[in-house]
């Protein structure tokens, strides 16, 4: 709706000036053009947005906290009754006029080929004459010229062909047709047949004025127009000797030729037209100035409940994506008890250039009970999802989330004793905790990662970066290695730091340790460690926050590796000034890469270049940048 609003809105300016200020000048080519221009501008102009780039300061608030204490809450109430909108005819409407007209149109032009397909055809240079014997107007169409010589003399002949003749080299036809494809699309405007009008009538005042140079009397010339105002059969999208307003045509003819400084009337378009694109054309873009957050913006909050209706959560969800910038919502896997009260619910959300949506938090009672209160709310256009009951709070953004399938390995501070790691996977959440007893943490010597070996189920597997640590599984020491474990046998992971490890542990904790509960010791249902039986870590970030230069990042691409995280693996190299490119991507009836290829530029400037290809699916790549920027591509 909008467009068609703005298309037509350039039409009626650009008629208007034609109208007011063009019309009676006689710079007929100059007037063609600008006639044209406008066409162009009402189909191309509503379409182009025009940035305006504001600059501004994010800031910071305790999530939790604002969410629990601070914050007054929405409650949406279900419409029991919707009136008949007559707006909601609009659109069919305009379809039903759209067919009309295209119909009409279709028709004419089929008339037309029937015309020229069954007559006989002359060439005569770059033209062809066709001759009729029906009472139609002589008319051109491109090269081809349709006249019925019975109804002429030998001279009043020669001067209509002279016209077509010139309607056919300067290719009129063009603008007809352009002009008939706007009148189908804003069939609706009264403007669009008017400008179809002046555009016609323009064609014929350039056909007259030359065809009047070029003939030996003039005035029989304007003699042949009045003797052959008939108004005979023509067709929509050709060039008719026979026009009305013949009276217009004869006037254009002796009026003498304009100032040349009339052709700057031809710009007085041009602020009108400015003001209508910085009016309506224009898009609010925010920037972060690179400041620590302080006070954010919170916009109204939304609490489902368990007795949210499906209308109520239709109503949240519309009201939230009109406070996002290029999310969309959506609440799937909804299930209700018998007394219609929420016990199962997923939010998933997508960018505005995904087609799937990717599922973030799942609420589940087994037991048929209804879901705690879920509250709802944007705060610097981050979705934020809170349990009330537990309190927990989770942050869902364009790019990161703490629960998409695409988010990398982070690390953060949570208090004094705990570090948390956060990775997920196509389809269950992982969450390691890693307790410490002081302050003090000595985990960045490890590298953790889940993988997958054909068949077998996902282990974890913690790469040494120094010497090995304590092993503890269960309260017994053990010289079995971690990856002799597999991720369902884990119930609870601990990593102590030299200090507490040599405390607990003696001389045997030099190294620290690492405190393993398996499931066969523990019945806890929320267990720290929580992992699915299929795990993709995405990417993993090992940060020194003494020695930037011992960071490590490792990015993970394998057959099953969608585009969004090609697109974020591509954004996050980017932001280290490292040049990357996927290009070539081929998949399989599966949706598995079988060929990449991989561009890459360092800082130092230098360029590789490698495509990875095979049937059964690219083989699994790391690309490896550690803190001196050094980038390293490896395939298994």
């Not at 400008?195 to 005042?205: A, D, P, S, T, V």
Request: with cysteine.
């Amino acid at each position: 709706m909008d467009y068609y609003i703005k298309g037509t809105a350039i039409i009626i300016l650009f008629y208007s000036c034609y109208k007011l200020f063009l019309q009676r000048d006689t710079f007929f080519q100059a007037n063609r053009w600008f006639l044209l221009v406008g066409l162009f501008a009402a189909t191309i102009l509503p379409v182009i947005v025009i940035p305006i780039y504001i600059h501004y300061t994010p800031t910071q608030i305790n999530l939790q906290n604002n969410l629990q204490n601070n914050l007054q809450f929405t409650s949406l109430q279900s419409t029991t009754a919707t009136n008949f909108d007559i707006w909601s005819l609009v659109p069919v409407l305009y379809i039903i006029g759209f067919l009309f007209i295209l119909a009409k149109v279709l028709l004419q032009f089929l008339s037309l080929y029937k015309l020229f397909k069954n007559k006989m055809q002359i060439k005569e240079g770059p033209f062809i004459f066709i001759q009729t014997k029906t009472p139609t107007a002589p008319f051109s169409f491109f090269n081809r010229i349709v006249i019925n010589s019975n109804q002429f003399t030998k001279t009043e002949l020669e001067y209509i062909i002279t016209h077509e003749k010139i309607h056919a080299s300067q290719y009129h036809s063009i603008d007809i047709i352009l002009i008939q494809l706007a009148s189908i699309v804003f069939w609706f405007n009264p403007f669009i047949w008017w400008y179809k009008k002046e555009i016609q009538q323009n064609l014929e005042y350039i056909a007259d004025h030359q065809t009047q140079q070029k003939i030996k009397c003039p005035k029989s010339y304007q003699t042949v127009l009045l003797k052959a105002n008939l108004n005979q059969n023509q067709l929509a999208f050709t060039t008719n000797f026979y026009q009305s307003l013949i009276k217009k045509r004869i006037i254009m003819l002796q009026k003498s030729k304009s100032k040349n400084s009339n052709l700057l009337k031809l710009t007085i378009v041009l602020p009108f037209l400015a003001l209508f694109l910085m009016s309506f054309n224009t898009k609010k873009v925010y920037i972060a100035n690179a400041e620590i957050q302080q006070n954010p913006t919170i916009n109204e909050t939304f609490i489902i409940t368990y007795k949210s209706t499906d209308q109520q959560l239709e109503n949240i969800k519309n009201k939230l994506e009109d406070q996002l910038d290029g999310i969309k919502i959506k609440f799937s896997d909804i299930k209700r008890n018998q007394n219609n009260e929420i016990i199962a619910l997923t939010i998933a959300t997508k960018n505005i250039n995904q087609i799937d949506f990717t599922k973030h938090i799942t609420f589940n009672k087994l037991d048929s009970t209804p879901i705690n209160n879920t509250t709802l709310q944007i705060v610097n256009n981050q979705l934020l999802v809170s349990d009330d009951k537990n309190g927990s709070v989770v942050a869902i953004s364009k790019n990161w989330t703490t629960t998409s399938t695409t988010t990398p390995l982070i690390t953060e501070q949570v208090s004094n004793k705990t570090n948390t790691i956060h990775t997920q996977d196509n389809g269950d959440n992982i969450k390691l905790i890693i307790e410490n007893t002081n302050q003090e943490s000595n985990i960045s010597s490890y590298k953790f990662q889940a993988t997958n070996n054909g068949e077998e189920k996902s282990k974890l597997v913690i790469e040494e970066q120094s010497n090995t640590p304590l092993l503890v599984i269960d309260g017994q020491l053990t010289n079995k290695t971690i990856s002799s474990l597999k991720t369902e046998e884990i119930a609870k992971m601990s990593i102590l730091n030299e200090k507490t490890a040599i405390t607990k542990y003696g001389s045997k904790g030099n190294n620290g340790a690492i405190e393993i509960t398996t499931n066969s010791k523990t019945t806890e249902q929320n267990s720290k460690w929580i992992i699915g039986e299929k795990v993709e870590t995405t990417s993993l970030f090992y940060i020194n926050e003494e020695d930037a230069s011992k960071n490590k990042s490792t990015l993970h691409v394998d057959k099953n590796t969608p585009d969004l995280v090609l697109n974020q693996h591509k954004a996050f190299l980017t932001s280290q000034k490292i040049d990357i490119q996927f290009s070539t991507i081929k998949r399989n009836s599966k949706d598995e890469i079988i060929k990449i290829k991989i561009s890459t530029k360092d800082k130092k400037g230098n360029k590789t270049k490698t495509t990875y290809q095979s049937n059964k699916g690219i083989s699994p790549i790391e690309i490896n940048l550690d803190g001196t920027g050094e980038l390293e591509i490896n395939s298994k």
